[in-house]
């Protein structure tokens, strides 16, 4: 019934830009906070960053604060990331995932509904 679908990612060069998108279906898009994160061969699926509710209200992971930002459209049920100054280090499978929980969720374990990913690959 709920389908997360992301898309944008492809290859780009490092120091470049790319804003990923990812709309929602099947859901009360308005009631969950949303964000985005990144799973690397070998590591942990890692929090990016996330936007609450209304929109109004953001939090970023040390890791890619000033360079990423999160944003979201509730009238066309679609959030965004923006990126800037990408690094190689960034490449990975992107995730956008849905949260019922107010109080600033950064864990994978907070979020019911995740999407399929979209690969961002950056190059030196």
């Known amino acids: 019934q709920v389908q997360l679908v992301e898309s944008g990612g492809r290859l780009v060069q490092a120091g470049g830009s790319l804003r990923l998108s990812c709309s929602a279906s099947g859901l009360t898009f308005s009631s969950y906070a949303m964000a985005w994160f990144r799973q690397t061969p070998g590591k942990e699926r890692e929090f990016l960053a996330a936007v609450s509710w209304s929109g109004v209200s953001t939090w970023d992971a040390d890791s890619v604060k000033d360079r990423f930002t999160i944003s979201r459209d509730n009238d066309l049920n679609t959030v965004y990331l923006q990126m800037n100054s990408l690094k190689p280090e960034d490449t990975g499978v992107y995730y956008c995932?849905?949260?019922?929980?107010?109080?600033?969720?950064?864990?994978?374990?907070?979020?019911?509904?995740w999407g399929q990913g979209t690969q961002v690959t950056v190059s030196s």
């Open positions: 995932a849905g949260s019922l929980h107010r109080s600033y969720p950064d864990a994978p374990t907070d979020y019911v509904y």
